[in-house]
T-cell receptor, first 111, second 120 residues
Framework: AQSVTQPDIHITVSEGASLELRCNYS??????LFWYVQSPGQGLQLLLK??????LVQGIKGFEAEFKRSQSSFNLRKPSVHWSDAAEYFC?????????FGTGTRLQVFP | DTGVSQNPRHKITKRGQNVTFRCDPI?????LYWYRQTLGQGPEFLTY????????KSRLLSDRFSAERPKGSFSTLEIQRTEQGDSAMYLC??????????????????FGPGTRLTVL
């Protein structure tokens, strides 16, 4: 069955440090992949998406993600984290007309 | 603001009561989705509409749940005889995609702020 795994439940980084959030998917065909961010009391905001083409995808707020088919991964990265990046991050794969989400990674940022 | 809106934002009810949530999608988006998110989990798909037609329902959507989108615009999600296990955030999303799933067409979904349901 199609699924998304986010191995890290909680990550803590210092402001200004680099960040990588892991995402692995299980999907038979070429996946359509997404990263969403959810701040407390807010809805999900799309950071970036991958459909095809260049495997390095640029998103909003300085985020990028790299699709690696051989590793079934779509990890999210940011070179320098800001305190406002503290939030919950969800990786998702599109299964026909719906999204399958991972369980999320909570990011905490220390000053 | 022309984003997806949901009302109410919070709902507290007693077990056994019925509740109804409303979602207003982005104007002219013909796809509308409902998801449920429990604490510590990612959103789980419940159902979706293409215009007024309900095209798919998850097995998570028991017979106590019913969703409608009568005129292809706003949608309602009703839960009858609520149970404590129904406590969750109910998220609505809309998408501009019009036809069948097409690998060449964006499947981006725009989410509302959610309705948090607490069943006592």
């Amino acid at each position: 069955a199609q699924s998304v795994t986010q191995p890290d439940i909680h990550i803590t980084v210092s402001e200004g440090a680099s960040l990588e959030l892991r995402c692995n998917y299980s999907y038979g065909a070429t996946p359509y992949l997404f990263w969403y961010v959810q701040s407390p009391g807010q809805g999900l905001q799309l950071l970036l998406k991958y459909f095809s083409g260049d495997t390095l995808v640029q998103g909003i707020k300085g985020f990028e993600a790299e699709f690696k088919r051989s590793q079934s991964s779509f990890n999210l990265r940011k070179p320098s984290v800001h305190w406002s990046d503290a939030a919950e991050y969800f990786c998702a794969v599109a299964l026909t007309d719906k999204l399958i989400f991972g369980t999320g990674t909570r990011l905490q940022v220390f000053p | 603001d022309t984003g997806v809106s949901q009302n109410p934002r919070h709902k507290i009810t007693k077990r056994g009561q019925n509740v109804t949530f409303r979602c207003d999608p982005i104007s002219e988006h013909n796809r509308l989705y409902w998801y449920r998110q429990t604490l510590g989990q990612g959103p789980e798909f419940l159902t979706y509409f293409q215009n007024e037609a309900q095209l798919e329902k998850s097995r998570l959507l028991s017979d106590r749940f019913s969703a409608e989108r009568p005129k292809g615009s706003f949608s309602t999600l009703e839960i009858q005889r609520t149970e404590q296990g129904d406590s969750a955030m109910y998220l609505c999303a809309s998408s501009p995609k019009g036809g069948q799933f097409d690998p060449g067409v964006s499947n981006e979904q725009f989410f509302g702020p959610g309705t948090r349901l607490t069943v006592l």
